[in-house]
């Protein structure tokens, strides 16, 4: 009976965001408190239990979202994504411009949000388009399979980051695993998927900014600095996760285990880049801060969404309706991994959003991971594939793709829904083979 409440409410949570398009944080307040009373809670611990949620969800994660987002708009802000969105394309040349655009999309695309480096790489897009008279959707695709692979694999995004911590995953290693699937997924999906448009032709050119017209307009930063300011949060989490597994020195362990923790690095990393990409760059201080202020403002209904879903986590704990579904999951005939990324796919379908899929599909999970030996750190990027399967016209990234683009519906469809289907698929299958490689 636990079971059908809970499919119940996951079903009205869908409803509420889907359907009646009430914002997903509210959603899952109402959703939470409507399971907390049909599971049998007490009334009066039913707001312990929803803060206690919220609480928790949020101070594991929020600094680290906090962090990751200003250094991503720094990074546009500074110029120092646009350096190395042109270097990279000065290396590849014509012969392998889509490489240059999928390589491009990968290293920016794991500061930035995907909205935020969409609308940065989208003028690019187009401008090589018209230099070299390519269609604009054969050199788009494969960049924009890496900033969606980004956004819903890796560290420091903020489903990856909140499903490390629902499944107790360590972030260095989901973030290194994730980049191993990455590359051949990418690969995929991006570049060979992206041959069969070299003919779809874009209706008009939108009047959109050039890519210079973002950046400041004082000094910018060389592409080394540019490289390493944006990527220190990879580098440091990568190197704190791998040092402790090939050295037995205490002291060493000791350090990076203070020192990797995401936080530390995340904040590191913030005054690192504060003082390359902005004091340095001739930058006054006001000017930085309010590039962070801007930033903290753009991010807050992610991290508050995110403290939704722990509301509900914790209902799901403390009702014990989790150890219910741990019983009944055991005894289907399923991979746990394969079973994650369906649940998460079939609620992305249904409600468009990537982050609230993962969040949802964590939450009620959770009980399988801790009854079983599975890895945690694949196992959130199973549910990280599942959540980018078949964007659709209740996704605002689909919009994004077809008006920025200007191409038909069906177009859209072709392209966009597929490739981020193919994406989810390809994403699967090579988490199971590496899954088959490291156990």
């Known amino acids: 009976m636990s079971i059908l409440i809970l499919t119940a409410c ?19 307040i109402i959703t939470s408190l409507l399971a907390a009373l049909f599971l049998g809670l007490p009334i009066e611990t039913i707001s312990p239990v929803l803060q206690k ?50 390589i491009t999309g990968f290293i920016i695309g794991i500061p930035l949000f995907y909205s935020v480096g969409f609308v940065l790489l989208v003028p690019l897009i187009f401008s090589v388009a018209h230099q070299f008279k390519l269609s604009k959707v054969y050199l788009g695709i494969p960049m924009l399979a890496s900033l969606s692979v980004a956004h819903g694999f890796l560290p420091p995004h903020p489903s990856p980051m909140a499903l490390s911590s629902i499944l107790k995953a360590d972030i260095g290693l989901v973030l290194i695993y994730g980049i191993i699937v990455a590359i051949p997924t990418i690969l995929i999906a991006g570049l060979w998927f992206s041959t069969r448009f070299k003919n779809i032709k874009t209706e008009s050119d939108h009047e959109i900014l050039n890519v210079e017209e973002i950046t400041n307009q004082g000094k910018l930063p060389s592409f080394g600095l540019s490289l390493f300011s944006a990527l220190f949060p990879v580098f440091g989490l990568t190197i704190t996760s791998l040092l402790p597994l090939i050295s037995d020195n ?10 990797g923790d995401p936080s530390i690095i995340m904040l590191l990393s913030l005054l690192l880049c504060t003082y390359t990409l902005g004091i340095k760059m001739n930058r006054s201080m006001s000017s930085v801060m309010d590039d962070y202020t801007q930033a903290i403002k753009d991010v807050a209904l992610i991290v508050l969404i995110v403290g939704g879903a722990g509301c509900l986590k914790e209902v799901m704990i403390v009702s014990g309706v989790n150890e219910t579904i741990v019983t009944t999951l055991n005894q289907v005939n399923i991979h746990p991994f394969l079973l994650a990324w369906m649940m998460a796919a079939i609620i992305r379908i249904c409600v468009g959003s990537a982050t609230a899929a993962g969040l949802m599909t964590a939450s009620v999970l959770l009980p399988l991971l801790q009854s079983n030996d599975l890895d945690p750190n ?22 994004m793709f077809k008006e920025y683009f200007n191409i038909s519906l069906k177009d859209t469809f072709k392209s966009w829904t597929v490739m981020e289907s193919l994406v989810s698929v390809l994403g699967i299958v090579f988490i199971f083979i590496l899954n088959a490689l490291i156990h």
């Open 10 to 28: 996951i079903i009205f949570l869908i409803l509420q965001i889907a359907w009646f398009k009430i914002n997903p944080f509210i959603a899952f």
């Open 250 to 259: 205490e002291k060493l362990i000791a350090i990076c285990k203070i020192i």
């Open 378 to 399: 694949l196992f959130v990027l199973s549910v990280g594939a599942g959540s980018l399967m078949c964007s659709h016209v209740n996704d605002p990234s689909f919009w």
């Open 53 to 102: 949620g919220l609480g928790e969800m949020l101070g594991s994660i929020t600094l680290i979202i906090v962090f990751g987002t200003c250094i991503g708009k720094l990074a546009v802000s500074s110029g120092a994504a646009n350096v190395i969105a042109k270097t990279v394309m000065n290396w590849t040349g014509r012969k392998y411009v889509r490489l240059g655009l999928m």
